[in-house]
C-alpha cells in the first residue's frame, strides 16, 4: 500500500512525500518549515503537527500554531477529519467521507502553541485523513485561512 501526505501551498500545489510502508503517524511541516497562512499576500499565521493513530482509539491531530501578527486578530487551526470507505450506500468503490471538523482554542501569541483534537477511528473504514489549517479569526468578512496540509494514516 501507499499512502501519501499532500502540502497545497501557495507555490506548490500538490507537492507529495509517498511512503513504502504504511504510516500510523504522520509528521507535516516544523518549527523551522511551517505552512503559512496569508492575507493579502502577508503572513498571518504558521503551523506544523502530526497526524497520527492514538493506541487503535482515535485519529488525533496535534499542531502548533503561531500568530504573526499578535495583539490583533487571532489565529486557530482547524482540522476536518476525513475516513476512506463507502460514502453512500449506491457507491461501489470507497472514497474519502468527510466527518466533521474541529478546532483548537484561539490564540494571539507569538510564541509557539501545542493543541489536539481527536476524533474515533470509525470500524467501516480502513484509513484516515486530517485537513488541516490555520485561520485568522475575523469579525466581519471571511476568516482567511492557509492552504490545507492532508495527511492520512492507515489502521
Sequence with gaps: M?????????????ASVLLATPALAVDWGSASNPVFGYENGKKF??????????????AMSTTWQYDLRPGGNKVRV???????????????????????????????TASWVKDS??????????ASRGGIDICE??????????PQ?????SY
Excluded at 503551523?47 to 482515535?58: I, L
Excluded at 463507502?86 to 474519502?96: D, G, K, T, V
Excluded at 496540509?149 to 494514516?153: H, I, R, T
Aim: include cysteine; charge should be positive; aromatic fraction near 16%.
Design 149 to 153: 496540509a492532508l495527511p492520512q494514516f
Design 78 to 108: 482547524e482540522t476536518d477529519f476525513y475516513w476512506y470507505r463507502i460514502c453512500q450506500s449506491y457507491q461501489s468503490s470507497p472514497s474519502w467521507c468527510p466527518d466533521v471538523s474541529k478546532q483548537t482554542e484561539e490564540t494571539n
Design 45 to 58: 499565521g504558521k503551523m506544523y503537527g502530526k497526524f497520527y493513530n492514538d493506541n487503535s482509539v482515535s
Design 2 to 14: 501507499r499512502f501519501r501526505v499532500t502540502f497545497a501551498s501557495m507555490g506548490i500545489l500538490g
Design 137 to 146: 479569526i475575523q469579525a466581519w468578512s471571511n476568516d482567511p485561512c492557509s
Design 117 to 126: 483534537r481527536a476524533r474515533n477511528l470509525r470500524f467501516d473504514s480502513s
